[in-house]
Each structure stands twice: as C-alpha cells, then as structure tokens.
C-alpha cells in the first residue's frame, strides 16, 4: 500500500467522522437522540440548524472532490437531519422545551390538510428551502 492512499484513507475516515459527529449533534438538538450526559432529550432547533447548515456548506464547498461514498455519507446525513427538522417544527407543544412553549400565543392549533395522495405512477417531490 503506499503512501498517499494511507493518507486518502485516513482523510475519508475524518471526513466521515466528521459529517457523523455533525449530524449525531444536530439530531440531539432536534431531540432525536437523548444527551449522552442527561440522558433526557434536548431541543435547541437554532443550534441544530447551524449543524445542518455547516453540513450543507460542507457539501457545497467539496462539490466534485468527495469520493461516492463520502458524498452519498453526506447527503443521505443531509436528507436524515432535514426530515427530522421538518418534523422537530411540526411536532406537538408538549415536546417543545418551556422556552418555544411560551413564544407560542396560546390556543388551539388548527391542523394542516394532507395533502392529496398522487396519482399511481406520479412521483412527488418535495423540495427544502431554508426556511426552517
């Protein structure tokens, strides 16, 4: 083995442990993985998001220098971590630590329509904005 493909190696195992790192912190700020010290369950949708969005600069800034498997690592991490957000927003105000509870004005919360089940054969796409 040479040199320069143990150094290759070793880059692609920081730069998976890194996206990793990145994502497992953003998933316990969406309150998906319990706090390793607390064991309880933590929410800070802002400091996710920052998680996300450096994930996100990430992809951008090594477009087309990744290898398949760290850009497929990257962007099934960012798939996981947009869902969870979309999810984190919309979950009830019974999950939502005291400080997003009383941002909201009280009273009840209407649902949203589901949306109507495609035609067989259509695919629906869902596109993200940063609007989380």
């Given at each position: 083995m040479?040199?320069?493909?143990?150094?290759?190696?070793?880059?692609?195992?920081?730069?998976?442990?890194l996206?990793?790192?990145?994502?497992?912190?953003?998933m316990?700020?969406?309150g998906?993985v319990?706090h390793p010290?607390t064991?309880q369950?933590?929410?800070d949708l802002e400091a996710?998001r920052?998680?996300?969005?450096?994930l996100?600069?990430?992809?951008?800034?090594t477009?087309?220098n990744l290898t398949q498997?760290?850009?497929?690592?990257?962007k099934?991490?960012?798939v996981?971590?947009r869902?969870a957000?979309v999810e984190a927003?919309?979950?009830?105000?019974?999950?939502?630590?005291?400080a997003a509870?009383?941002?909201?004005s009280?009273g009840?919360?209407?649902?949203?329509?589901e949306?109507?089940p495609s035609a067989?054969?259509?695919?629906?796409?869902?596109?993200?904005?940063k609007?989380?």
């Amino acid at each position: 083995m040479s040199n320069q493909t143990t150094t290759d190696e070793m880059q692609s195992a920081l730069f998976a442990q890194l996206v990793m790192q990145q994502a497992n912190l953003a998933m316990m700020l969406l309150g998906k993985v319990p706090h390793p010290e607390t064991g309880q369950p933590a929410k800070d949708l802002e400091a996710a998001r920052l998680f996300i969005d450096q994930l996100e600069m990430l992809e951008a800034k090594t477009k087309g220098n990744l290898t398949q498997q760290e850009s497929g690592l990257l962007k099934q991490s960012l798939v996981s971590l947009r869902l969870a957000f979309v999810e984190a927003v919309e979950s009830p105000a019974g999950d939502k630590p005291a400080a997003a509870t009383q941002a909201q004005s009280p009273g009840p919360q209407t649902p949203k329509p589901e949306p109507a089940p495609s035609a067989p054969g259509e695919e629906s796409h869902k596109k993200f904005s940063k609007k989380y």
